[in-house]
T-cell receptor
């Protein structure tokens, strides 16, 4: 498995602002992903963070709302832009290991007022 | 649209009993199946993966896969109060090149009472 660190672990934000979440992995990984878990819900994939190129977004998610960076094989950021209360969720960074398994960071719990 | 279905529970079992968690999926060509455990306020933790029909055992956990029936289950033997959590079934996005694109079920809440 990999050690995945996210920050902030939680934040309270005002409507209309943006927040950037950072994800750091202790080893180089090819595949990194960002998931969202809304209150009382299961996990939904937002996008695949591609190293050196634009992220690949899933249906219902767009780059203007959730810009993602992946400057190298150990780091990625997710920005939640122009936030509304509906964006209140846990945002989870995840990595796929060489064994084909997916591991998650501790998550960033975002509350938008 | 790919779907993964689980009974939301809660499933309540006495300590020492076998807990049986079930999951069905809609995409017949799905290839990889995972069970995650999520404690309240924590992130999901991978506990089992299974790729071929039959049973796979790891300690007190047994995953069972039946691709013909599009059904995957998780058995927890000798259940302990510490097993109380939400159990998430996840299925690989069939046809993709990565195992990381998973479709998750809603999760089953398991409570093991002393």
């Amino acid at each position: 498995s990999a050690v995945i660190s996210q920050k902030p672990s939680r934040d309270i934000c005002q409507r209309g602002t943006s927040l950037t979440i950072q994800c750091q992995v202790d080893s180089q990984v090819t595949m990194m992903f960002w998931y969202r878990q809304q209150p009382g819900q299961s996990l939904t994939l937002i996008a695949t963070a591609n190293q050196g190129s634009e992220a690949t977004y899933e249906s219902g998610f767009v780059i203007d709302k959730f810009p993602i960076s992946r400057p190298n094989l150990t780091f990625s950021t997710l920005t939640v832009s122009n936030m509304s209360p509906e964006d209140s969720s846990i945002y989870l960074c995840s990595v796929e290991t060489d064994t084909g398994e997916l591991f998650f960071g501790e998550g960033s719990r975002l509350t938008v007022l | 649209q790919k779907e993964v279905e689980q009974n939301s529970g809660p499933l309540s079992v006495p300590e020492g009993a076998i807990a049986s968690l079930n999951c069905t999926y809609s995409d017949r060509v799905s290839q990889s199946f995972f069970w995650y455990r999520q404690y309240s306020g924590k992130s999901p933790e991978l506990i089992m993966s299974i790729y071929s029909n039959g049973d796979k055992e790891d300690g007190r956990f047994t995953a069972q896969l039946n691709k013909a029936s599009q059904y995957v289950s998780l058995l927890i033997r000798d259940s302990q109060p510490s097993d109380s959590a939400t159990y998430l079934c996840a299925v690989n996005d069939a046809g993709g090149t990565s195992y990381g694109k998973l479709t998750f079920g809603q999760g089953t809440i398991l409570t093991v009472h002393p």
